[in-house]
């Protein structure tokens, strides 16, 4: 009876770990596309970071600690500039607003967990974890489960060491690196490789347009507040077009 029950627990242990292996190896496998613009972002960010006028020890910190090209891009124009420390910070959770909307969404998944592993998952979500995770269980009937949280490790591990390998590249690259070069456009290009492929619905293309033509009139407004304007409304755009698109013909 014992070894019976031995036999049966070790089974059981062992198909958990298939099961993680699995998840997390169908994870990394849909990030993978990504990775070559996550890498040239960072390595942009990087150098950005060391043309700004930080130091490469400070840069490194900024990278390792913030994780965030969108804010790290955002802050360095005001750190340059000498602004206030409450600016710097305020613009950086401006451009950021958008993930307290995936932490909403993610929420029911990994409600489960203690609060410092939810802590780490936050540290490490990424927009393409996101993007990745929610089509595929969104629908889901059961939340919380071993497949879903290991699928969701897959597509942001990879990510992350992409991300700092490249923007350290950057950092110990950033003085070789002739000012008259257009690294802005570089980061813009990256973020389009990773955008375009995903627009691959009407519903999609409505959420797109509407956050472009906010993010594009809202230039002028300060603190950023244009961009996080634009994934607000990219966000009401989408859910209004999937209900309208999914209605019934009359």
């Known amino acids: 009876m014992a070894s019976d029950s031995s036999d049966c627990t070790l089974e059981e242990t062992q198909q958990a770990r ?62 340059a500039s000498g602004a206030p420390l409450w600016l710097v910070f305020a613009a950086g959770f401006v451009v950021n607003l958008r993930f307290i909307i995936f932490g909403a969404a993610l929420q029911p998944y990994f409600r489960h967990l203690s609060w410092p592993k939810r802590l780490g998952l936050g540290y490490f979500t990424t927009d393409m974890g996101f993007v990745l995770f ?54 813009v290009l990256a973020l389009m490789a990773i955008t375009v492929p995903l627009v691959n619905s009407r519903p999609m293309v409505v959420s797109v347009l509407a956050a472009g033509l906010v993010a594009w009139v809202g230039q002028m407004l300060p603190l950023r507040l244009g961009l996080a304007a634009a994934v607000i409304a990219g966000i009401v755009a989408g859910i209004w077009a999937e209900r309208y698109f999914k209605r019934p013909a009359r």
């Not at 099961?19 to 990504?34: K, L, N, S, T």
């Not at 009937?141 to 350290?168: D, H, K, N």
């Open 18 to 79: 298939r099961e993680r292996i699995e998840a997390f190896r169908q994870g990394v496998h849909a990030i993978i596309p990504a990775l070559i613009a996550t890498g040239t972002w960072g390595l942009v960010t990087g150098v950005a970071m060391v043309k700004s006028g930080l130091t490469e020890s400070m840069a490194l910190a900024m990278t390792l600690l913030l994780y965030a090209g969108s804010a790290q891009l955002t802050s360095l124009p005001l750190i």
């Open 134 to 187: 929610m089509p595929r269980y969104g629908e889901a009937s059961v939340r919380g489960t071993r497949e879903q949280l290991w699928y969701f490790l897959g597509t942001i591990s990879p990510g992350w060491v992409v991300w700092q390998t490249s923007s350290i590249v950057g950092i110990f690259l950033g003085s070789m690196v002739p000012s008259a070069w257009s690294l802005d456009f570089a980061a």
